[in-house]
C-alpha cells in the first residue's frame, strides 16, 4: 500500500505494520517521537503498529530493533501506535507554491481530557506527520507544532470524543506524538500561525484527516447513536433499565416480570432512537458540562454542584422529555423517579440526572400503558 505524496522525492508506504515514509535527501524535523524526538534530521519516518497488549519497558530501543529489522534509510524519526496504520488518513494540500501532506492514525483506547489522571495502561494513540515542501525556520516549525496540536483539538470536539477515564470531552490521548517535517528545498517559510495563508490550510487539513482517521480507525461516526454518546459519559442501557426496574410498580396484570423488562427494554430503545429525545438529551448533557465549569450566567460553578433550589431547568427539561415520550402520564412518573433518584440517577449531577430520569420515566410509563393494553385486548 502507498500513498500518493505532494511533496517531491518523499515517498509513503505501508510495510506489514509500519508505516514508511522515506525522503531522497534528509528531512529537517521537529517531533515529539518516541525514537529521536526533538529538532534533528532524518531521511525516514516510521510509525510502527503494536499489538493492543503492547507493555514494553524500554520503547526507545524497541523501535531501534524493528528498524534495524527494517534497514530503511537512516537516521530515522520513530513513533508507535495500536492503531492499524494501513487505515491511516492522508490528505495532500497546496498552499501557493508550497506543497503539504497529512498523515494521520488514530486510536482513542486511552483518549484524555487536560484534567484526567494520568492512565499509561492503554496504547491508543493519535500520530499525526506533516510534511512541508520548502525551506521552514526553526520557529515556523514551532507555530507548525502547535496548528496540529489546535487543529487536532477540534477534530476531537467535532466528534464529541469522550475521556475514558472521566466522560469528559478529550482533546488527545495521552501518547499522542506530532511530526513536522520539511524538505528544505524551495520556497523559505517564515511564519506558520492562525494569521498565515500555510497556518490556515494545514489547520484545516489536519482538521479534516484527524477526523477522517477517526472514523475509519476507532470506528467512532459523528452520528452514532444517544445510547453509545451516554456509553461514553459511563451511562449504559442496562444502567437505564435497571433504574427503571427499580421504581417498578407489578401487578399481575401486566404478564410475567420477564414480560415487563422486555417491553421495558423495547419502550427505552424507541425513545433512544428518537430525533427530538436524542436532542433534548444532549441538550442537557451541554448545560451539565456548562454548569461544571460556571459558565451559566449567575450561577458559580460551586453553587451548580450543589443542585440549589431555585435551579429549575434541569426539572423543566427532564419533564419535558418525559412529557414527549408518554405524554402526561411521563410526567408523573418523572416526577416519581426525580424524587427516589433510583440506580444510575443518585451519581449523576443537576442537568445529567433529570434530562435522564426524563428519559427513563417516559419509558417507563409507555411500559405501563403497553402491558395494560395489551391486558384490555385480552379480556372478553
Not at 506533516?130 to 489546535?150: I, K, T
Not at 492562525?194 to 477517526?214: D, F, H, N, S, W
Not at 454542584?305 to 411521563?330: H, N, R, S, W
Request: proline content about 5%.
Amino acid at each position: 500500500m502507498e500513498f500518493n505524496l505532494s511533496c517531491r522525492g518523499v515517498q509513503c508506504y505501508v510495510d506489514g505494520g509500519n508505516l514508511i515514509i522515506e525522503s531522497s535527501s534528509p528531512l529537517k524535523v521537529l517531533s515529539s517521537a518516541v525514537l529521536n524526538g526533538g529538532l534533528r534530521e532524518a531521511r525516514s519516518i516510521l510509525n510502527h503498529q503494536v499489538p493492543d497488549d503492547f507493555n514494553e519497558p524500554d520503547p526507545t530501543a524497541y523501535l531501534e530493533q524493528v528498524v534495524q529489522s527494517l534497514k530503511i534509510p537512516r537516521p530515522v524519526v520513530g513513533l508507535m501506535t495500536a492503531a492499524p496504520v494501513d487505515k491511516a488518513s492522508h490528505k495532500g494540500l497546496t498552499c501557493n507554491s508550497l506543497a503539504v501532506d497529512v498523515i494521520v492514525t488514530a486510536g482513542l483506547s486511552n483518549a484524555m481530557a487536560i484534567a484526567d489522571p494520568l492512565n499509561m495502561k492503554e496504547v491508543g494513540t493519535v500520530n499525526i506527520i506533516l510534511l512541508v515542501d520548502g525551506v521552514v525556520e526553526d520557529s515556523c516549525l514551532v507555530e507548525l507544532v502547535r496548528m496540529v496540536a489546535e487543529a487536532k483539538a477540534e477534530a476531537f470536539r467535532k466528534l464529541d470524543v469522550r475521556s475514558r477515564a472521566s466522560g469528559r470531552l478529550a482533546s488527545g490521548t495521552s501518547t499522542d506524538s506530532i511530526v513536522v517535517a520539511c524538505t528544505r528545498r524551495g520556497e523559505h517559510v517564515t511564519y506558520a500561525g492562525p494569521a498565515t495563508e500555510l497556518g490556515r490550510a494545514v489547520g484545516l487539513g489536519v482538521l479534516e484527516a484527524v477526523k477522517e482517521a477517526i472514523v475509519r480507525q476507532a470506528g467512532l461516526s459523528p452520528a452514532r447513536p444517544l445510547i453509545k454518546r451516554l456509553e461514553e459519559r459511563g451511562i449504559t442501557f442496562e444502567d437505564l433499565v435497571n433504574a427503571a426496574l427499580e421504581l417498578l410498580v407489578y401487578h399481575p396484570d401486566m404478564g410475567s416480570r420477564e414480560k415487563v423488562e422486555e417491553v421495558l427494554r423495547e419502550c427505552l430503545r424507541e425513545a433512544l432512537e428518537d430525533v427530538n429525545v436524542a436532542s433534548l438529551v444532549l441538550a442537557g448533557l451541554r448545560l451539565q458540562e456548562d454548569g461544571e465549569e460556571g459558565l451559566i450566567p449567575g450561577l458559580p460553578a460551586e453553587a451548580f454542584k450543589e443542585d440549589p433550589v431555585f435551579l429549575l431547568a434541569d426539572e423543566i427539561l427532564g419533564m419535558e422529555i418525559a412529557k414527549y415520550i408518554a405524554g402526561t402520564k411521563g410526567v408523573f412518573e418523572f416526577v416519581r423517579f426525580d424524587r427516589a433518584k433510583p440506580g444510575i440517577l443518585k451519581r449523576l449531577g443537576p442537568f445529567m440526572d433529570d434530562v435522564i430520569g426524563g428519559l427513563i420515566a417516559g419509558s417507563s410509563s409507555n411500559m405501563y400503558t403497553k402491558l395494560l393494553a395489551r391486558r384490555r385486548v385480552k379480556e372478553p
